[in-house]
């Protein structure tokens, strides 16, 4: 096998932090495959679950993510309590060198093995003669420097426009559409829903302005795409949360594509793109005050998105 460049971390989110590490790799080495390392599922889930962070994003989602930045090849360790019990030597011997490094870049804050004992520091003294390694530091937007954390943070009050300068686009949440109570056609509004899974991370309940693609190659009626055409993107007003007028549990990302309502859906897999919130959750009095509400997010979505 030819020697590599491998680049290891977390990847959630793929943020251009992330981006610039895979990038920083591939010039120093423009001449080797590049290829990531990444852990599934996230460490604090295994080793700490009630301190597990909300992802923000699936693991297709972060192959592809990771792909579109460059990666030749991504490499999906199963992080297990056993993998968490390497050793720095072990990580080395069983992760790193079946893949052929002559290069391993990390970021600056890299820790690895059993009780995050190995370092940086650690690392190049355990590839002295066998790969060099690179450490950089990690990127800023403004003051802060970009990292999973500081999105998570903006997503869990809502602040999307935020969390879009950290992530480098728009966040976006992915999911198959499932049948809902069937309101939202009801009133005017039909809607592609999308249920909230516990582990993934999701803005705060509200309303907000967006976009609409479905991923499976077809149309909004289910044919398939002509080609290589391009998905549509459409215009939406999104609502998250459990729906308390209606005295709602579940929660779901709830997508009206802007006029129209002939859209078939059900099955699709469907993602949703956040630009703006318009407002947080309300519990509605009545239908009448329901509807004249969101005559009114629609209006501000057309406004906002220039649809």
């Known amino acids: ?94 992760v790193l060198l079946p893949l052929h490094p002559a290069l391993v870049v990390v970021g600056e804050n890299f820790r690895f093995g059993h009780r ?56 976006r949440f992915a999911g198959i559409v499932a049948h809902g109570d069937h309101r939202g056609r009801e009133l005017g509004f039909p809607t592609a829903n999308l249920p909230v899974p516990r582990d993934l991370a999701c803005p705060a309940d509200g309303v907000y302005a967006g976009w609409v693609t479905r991923l499976d190659g077809r149309d909004g009626h289910g044919a398939a795409l002509p080609g290589d055409d391009e998905p549509a993107r459409w215009p939406a007003a999104i609502s998250v949360g459990t729906n308390p007028t209606f005295d709602g549990v579940q929660r779901r990302v709830e997508s009206y594509v802007l006029g129209r309502t002939d859209l078939e859906l059900y099955g699709a897999p469907i993602a949703v793109e956040f630009i703006a919130r318009l407002r947080g959750q309300v519990r509605f009095e009545g239908i009448a005050a329901l509807v004249d509400q969101m005559s009114e997010d629609v209006r501000r979505s057309y406004q906002i998105l220039d649809a």
Request: hydrophobic letters at 45%; one cysteine or more.
């Open 1 to 94: 096998m030819s020697e590599t460049v491998v680049v290891i971390g977390n990847f959630d989110g793929v943020h251009p932090g992330h981006v610039e590490v895979l990038r920083e790799a591939q010039d120093r080495r423009p001449d080797l495959p590049l290829v990531v390392v990444t852990f599934w599922p996230h460490p604090v889930r295994v080793l700490r679950p009630q301190q597990a962070p909300m992802l923000l994003t699936g693991l297709d989602d972060r192959i592809a993510l990771l792909r579109a930045a460059g990666a030749d090849r991504v490499e999906v360790v199963n992080f297990t309590r056993e993998f968490a019990q390497l050793s720095p030597e072990q990580f080395v011997t069983d």
């Open 116 to 171: 995050a004992s190995g370092t940086v520091h650690t690392l190049r003294e355990l590839g002295r003669g066998r790969f060099e390694v690179d450490a950089l530091r990690l990127v800023r937007f403004g003051d802060e420097e970009t990292c999973s954390t500081i999105i998570r943070d903006a997503l869990a009050v809502g602040d999307v426009a935020h969390a879009a300068e950290h992530l480098g686009r728009p966040f």
